[in-house]
């Protein structure tokens, strides 16, 4: 009963913000934003998604807050916790919303410190999950940069304006070169970058501009794991169809036997790697890589049909002749093609 006696005893003497002041303090209010990447939790290729731990950061002056240290008996006013925030702060602060965030995330922890020059400063700690396009055309080898964009809702770029605070985009930076976790499985933190910008929403009535911070996120993917678990047995898997150049050229039934096989593998292949890509109307490396290897293992079904044709027709030494050169044509055909496909790629 003592503790909760003093409980309410300390709400009562708790000063409240006037909750007269609804309205920015200027116009327009130029509000310092900073964003910390706490870690990247999740990143789903297939919905074109990611989930990451944030830190936002805000700080405006406001005039109006100014007070007395002496008079107050601190040298700053700490608002912390929703309970705080929401039923003792009443002043303005700038609503920072992620526009591209999917549902409403979870808001873990908040604070508003206030400095007796009206310096008032805005963290609060978020788990967030964005949706952001990705370009996947060069998958294995891509390199994604995935955004947020935040603006300050319901106030347009005349009421208030979002300037980068580079203090907590350099702690930002330096946490992630130091610290291994902030890494997802598959990629590699390349760079962070915060860009104030402007956008257009229209919530109701007329088009009107908005100040907006975007975040990017670089992260460049970690290609080993799909090139030696898909590309490279790929690869080995057609090179071990050459062996029917050497079979008898009249031996029709083995030839196919051993180009059906190497076809059915590249079609369960596509299927494998389908089942883990977005659903997008272009082709990426890896798409490329594996039509064209089934287009040259076709090749081989073709040249098998006319060697036998020729060895019907009694014209079994041309066709010899003929598979000689499909030896030697085959490799250089197929990693002519594979060279031509990862320079196409890399260079779009």
């Known amino acids: 009963m003592t503790a909760i006696m003093g409980f309410l005893a300390a709400l009562g003497s708790a000063e409240a913000i006037d909750a007269g002041m609804p309205n920015p303090p200027a116009s327009p209010t130029v509000v310092k934003v900073g964003v910390f990447l706490a870690d990247i939790v999740d990143l789903d290729e297939l919905n074109e ?28 006013k700490l608002f912390q916790g929703t309970f705080q925030f929401n039923e003792i702060y009443a002043g303005w602060w700038p609503q920072l919303l992620i526009v591209n965030e999917i549902g409403s995330g979870d808001q873990n922890a908040i604070s508003i410190k206030i400095s007796p020059n009206g310096i008032v400063r805005y963290k609060e700690q978020r788990n967030v999950t964005l949706e952001t396009p990705m370009q996947l055309k060069r998958f294995p080898f891509d390199t994604q940069v995935l955004k947020a964009h935040m603006i300050p809702f319901s106030d347009h770029k005349d009421e208030v304006v979002l300037v980068v605070d580079e203090r907590v985009l350099g702690a930002a930076e330096n946490y992630a070169a130091n610290n291994e976790e902030v890494n997802i499985a598959q990629w590699e933190l390349v760079s962070l970058d915060l860009v104030s910008t402007t956008s257009e929403f229209r919530y109701y009535g007329e088009q009107d501009e908005f100040s907006e911070i975007e975040l990017q996120i670089t992260l460049q993917r970690q290609s080993s794991n799909m090139i030696w678990k898909v590309i490279f047995p790929l690869v080995l898997l057609v090179l071990m169809m050459w062996a029917v150049f050497w079979l008898e050229v009249d031996n029709l039934s083995d030839r196919l036997n051993l180009s059906f096989i190497g076809i059915l593998t590249i079609v369960a292949y596509q299927f494998l790697i389908d089942g883990a890509m977005p659903r997008i109307s272009y082709f990426t490396f890896t798409d490329a890589v594996l039509l064209y290897s089934f287009l040259v293992m076709c090749l081989a079904i073709f040249e098998s049909l006319v060697l036998y ?40």
């Open 309 to 348: 044709s020729l060895c019907k027709a009694g014209r079994k030494e041309l066709a010899e002749r003929v598979d000689v050169i499909f030896q030697w044509a085959f490799p250089v055909i197929y990693f002519g093609g594979l060279i031509t496909s990862y320079v196409y790629y890399l260079k779009s």
């Open 49 to 76: 998604t990611f989930q990451m731990e944030l830190v936002i950061t805000a700080e405006w002056e406001d005039p109006r807050l100014a007070f007395d240290r002496e008079e107050a008996g601190t040298d700053v």
